[in-house]
């Protein structure tokens, strides 16, 4: 199994709150969120990449979105704050092994392992 495994979806309303958490099962050197919402392309997320131990975000979740780690990095978590109906998408959690990692934008990545995926819907 290396497979990571997202947890915490479900049904909020409007404005409300969720917390994804994902776990690896491997080491990795950059962990990303991505959605995909029924009949759309997958969107990347949020990011971090062990280059720099910086965390990127999509435009459209900015502000509203935070990923963090546990101190070992062993669990991953996405807190999604102010959600919308555009916020619903099945989110995945994808893992980038491989020792050549460029700077610059870790949603760019090709990511090796994804998760299978956890549902967020939002609706009042």
């Known amino acids: 199994q290396v497979q990571p495994v997202e947890s915490g979806g479900g049904l909020v309303q409007p404005g409300g709150s969720l917390r994804l958490s994902c776990a690896p099962s491997?080491?990795?050197?950059?962990i990303s969120w991505f959605r995909q919402a029924p009949g759309k392309e997958r969107e990347g997320v949020s990011c971090f990449s062990s280059n720099d131990y910086s965390t990127y975000y999509a435009d459209s979740v900015k502000g509203r979105f935070t990923l963090s780690r546990d101190n070992g990095g062993n669990t991953v978590y996405l807190q999604m704050n102010n959600l919308g109906p555009e916020d619903t998408a099945i989110y995945y959690c994808?893992?980038?092994?491989?020792?050549?990692?460029?700077?610059?934008?870790?949603?760019?990545?090709?990511?090796?392992?994804w998760g299978q995926g956890t549902q967020v819907t939002v609706s009042s």
């Open positions: 994808a893992t980038y092994h491989s020792d050549y990692l460029p700077f610059g934008n870790c949603l760019a990545l090709d990511y090796d392992d």
């Open positions: 491997e080491n990795y050197y950059a």
